[in-house]
């Protein structure tokens, strides 16, 4: 018998054991569940936070993002969930997030009822469409993340960049203005487009780089018009990075994507390639990205 109590009380002593073991990572793991800013498994949900998130130093508590998510570097090693305006909410759910932030351009539209009703933590953010709104958006996050010192460093770091490009551009005497086209291959269409002549970011990069936007008589993220193409005539055609790499040169760029060969741009090989998170909002980067599209297109630094 005494075997056998001595048996019966290591068994008990081992199951208590477990059991306030798994109450610990429990607690723990609600623990996390908080809407702080101190969550420690984010899922980010717009690109634009993605490179905000990691210049803030809280990259490393991203766990995954959507598919346009593409810088920095690290951001490409993260789990993805979808292409942010067609996700999964049983993707998002799996990664077992604290909490998950969005700039409201996703979707579809019952994307965030999902996620709400599986009890996840989310946060919206402003969005990054001009050079003031990417300003309030670094405070914002920096409030947020409990890092307000580092957000108003990167806005310091922006507005100096942003100063140089302004001033390089008041003085150059640039020997002409090109007109410049955007063209996009968008990995969740399946199709290239102008990307340009919406009045968005994309405007905006090109004329504080001391050009001109081409007239595109087409609207939306519709396959492209050759036709429409050849007739803007555009003097340099910037090809976004997937877009342009899936065609591997210049030349063949040129030859393959319609329209492109008619128009001065292909005549002239007068084609740059641009990553396209470089393009489509507003960041700690933006200077930088001015200063060198201004060099690309001018020849100029």
């Known amino acids: 018998m005494g075997g056998f109590s001595s048996l ?28 702080d800013g101190d969550s420690e498994r984010i899922v980010c949900l717009s690109k634009q936070l ?6 803030l130093g809280q990259g490393h508590k991203l766990v995954g993002v959507d598919l346009s998510s593409t810088y920095p570097d690290s951001a490409k090693l993260l789990k993805t969930v979808g292409y942010h305006r067609a996700l999964n909410a049983e993707g998002i759910i799996s990664l077992n ?9 996703i979707g579809p539209e019952g994307i965030i009822p ?7 933590n989310i946060k919206v953010f402003g969005g990054a469409n001009t050079i003031d709104s990417s300003k309030l958006l670094l405070k914002e996050m920096g409030a947020y993340f409990k890092v307000p010192a580092k957000a108003d460093s990167l806005i310091k770091i922006m507005e100096a960049d942003l100063t140089r490009a302004d001033s390089i551009r008041a003085a150059s005497k640039f020997k002409d203005t090109p007109s410049v086209m955007i063209i996009h291959f968008g990995r969740a269409s399946n199709i290239y487009f102008v990307m340009s002549g919406r009045k968005g970011p994309g405007d905006l990069y090109i004329q504080l780089a001391g050009a001109k936007v081409t007239g595109y008589d087409a609207k939306g993220a519709r396959q492209i018009s050759g036709e429409a193409v050849a007739a803007a005539n555009p003097d340099i055609i910037i090809a976004t990075d997937f877009g342009f790499d899936q065609q591997g040169s210049i030349d063949k760029f040129i030859e ?19 990553e396209e998170h470089d393009l489509v909002y507003f960041g700690p980067r933006s200077g930088k990205n001015i200063l060198k599209l201004m060099e690309l297109i001018h020849g100029q630094k």
């Open 8 to 35: 019966f009380y290591c068994m008990k002593k081992i199951l208590v054991a477990a059991a306030l073991i798994s109450l610990i990572a429990a607690c723990g793991r609600f623990k996390n569940k908080s809407k």
């Open 97 to 105: 997030p604290d909490l998950v932030i969005h700039s409201n351009d």
């Open 256 to 274: 393959q994507v319609p329209g492109v060969a008619l128009t001065n741009a292909g005549k002239n090989k007068r084609i740059i390639r641009f």
């Open 50 to 55: 993605t490179e905000y998130a990691f210049a």
């Open 114 to 120: 999902q996620l709400e009703k599986a009890g996840l």
